[in-house]
């Protein structure tokens, strides 16, 4: 595994069997002001991405690059494994490939590859290399912020729910106060009847 620094900003991830296309592409890339990190198999390309997902990585890896026809793992394999992958899916896949079979091509673009280069790789062919990583990034960022702003909004209303006693809990915890009010009517009325039904007795003279 070779990794060469140029300008950090992305990082393409190279895949090839090949040692003389490998360092053809990562010349080209460096020329194109890329980072780059060289494996020779499919699987190694896997374990690099999943071991060191950034996600949760030093370096993230902003695409990846890689040759059609290798032992092993080959590109269009690999392609499907990032795909299905939840971590993976975002990475941008470019397909390399020798030969210019149209059902190879249209398979690995179904499959969700961004693009199918043919060999030899020309630098004009790596310029269409940074539209696709920016439109990842770009989503990406979305995606984080929007993420982060759902995160808020939940934390948001746990506060609010922990800080703010229902309806309920409020009248619970108001103490019950007698309604004077209540029974001082209640107290008159009682009064008031007793004047009432009471027999009077001031004509009546008591003879001892």
Do not use: W
């Not at 269409?128 to 934390?155: C, N, S, Y």
């Not at 008159?188 to 003279?205: F, H, K, M, Q, V």
């Amino acid at each position: 595994m070779g990794v060469a620094a140029a300008n950090p900003e992305f990082h393409v991830l190279a895949v090839d069997d090949s040692i003389i296309d490998r360092k053809l592409i990562e010349r080209l890339l460096k020329t194109s002001s890329y980072q780059v990190t060289t494996v020779d198999s499919g699987s190694k390309a896997l374990e690099f991405l999943t071991t060191n997902p950034n996600n949760h990585q030093e370096v993230e890896v902003n695409l990846v690059i890689t040759d059609y026809c290798m032992p092993g793992m080959t590109g269009y394999d690999l392609l499907k494994k990032i795909k299905e992958s939840s971590s993976l899916r975002n990475i941008p896949v470019v397909i390399m490939s020798s030969e210019n079979v149209p059902s190879r091509i249209s398979r690995c673009l179904e499959e969700g590859a961004e693009e199918f280069f043919l060999k030899p790789v020309q630098l004009s062919d790596l310029n269409k290399l940074r539209p696709h990583i920016l439109k990842t990034k770009i989503k990406h960022q979305k995606q984080q912020v929007q993420g982060e702003a759902k995160q808020e909004e939940e934390e948001e209303e746990e506060k609010s729910e922990f800080e703010s006693p229902t309806q309920q809990e409020q009248q619970q915890r108001q103490p019950q106060q007698p309604d004077n009010n209540k029974r001082k009517a209640a107290m008159e009325e009682g009064l008031s009847t007793d004047r009432t039904t009471r027999p009077r007795y001031n004509d009546i003279a008591t003879v001892v």
